[in-house]
């Protein structure tokens, strides 16, 4: 193991009660989002990326958090999209060439600079994707820098969909009140 790698498994571990607390004390996607956003571009050293939540029982796309690029936008996620997604082995690379996607992530995707795509699936349903962008240092991604964000990406499934299941709850709590 190199000394990279040892400084990035030691800056993820002690990320770990971070993450813990944020987890645990918010309330909100968004600030759930924001802190394992946060954790991710820094556990791999890289400086932007995107947690994309889906809306309207999966036909759009929401930015939850973003690092890299101001806008906060929606885009509509067609049924090749969704299937595109569900197709990854959990973390991918990106390649623009052959990826089947619609011209508006696509777009957003190319300005980002999106190097690596995680699928967030809970029991095969979408809820989420998590974009890394490209290191600081414009370096290769490592093996052990995909598992390191499959293990955040994991902990960002449960979270959102923790999150998903509460509202649910709530709206239906509202109902019958």
Request: glycine content about 6%; hydrophobic content about 40%; overall charge positive.
């Amino acid at each position: 193991m190199n000394l990279d790698t040892s400084e990035q498994l030691k800056y993820y571990l002690e990320s770990l009660g971070e993450l813990g607390k944020v987890l645990i004390n918010s309330e909100e996607p968004t600030s759930i989002g924001k802190g394992i956003l946060r954790i991710a571009l820094g556990t791999i050293m890289a400086s932007k990326g995107v947690i994309f939540l889906t809306e309207q029982k999966g036909k759009h796309l929401k930015i939850l958090s973003v690092q890299g690029n101001s806008q906060n936008l929606t885009f509509p996620l067609t049924k090749s999209d969704q299937q595109y997604f569900k197709s990854f082995k959990g973390c991918q690379l990106y390649d623009k060439k052959t990826a089947k996607l619609n011209k508006d992530i696509k777009f957003y995707f190319k300005e980002l600079q999106v190097k690596i795509v995680i699928p967030l699936l809970h029991k095969k349903n979408l809820i989420g994707i998590l974009c890394i962008g490209q290191k600081f240092m414009q370096q290769e991604y490592s093996a052990i820098e995909f598992k390191l964000l499959e293990i955040i990406s994991n902990h960002l499934t449960k979270a959102l969909y923790n999150y998903i299941l509460i509202n649910e709850v709530n709206k239906k709590e509202n109902i019958l009140s």
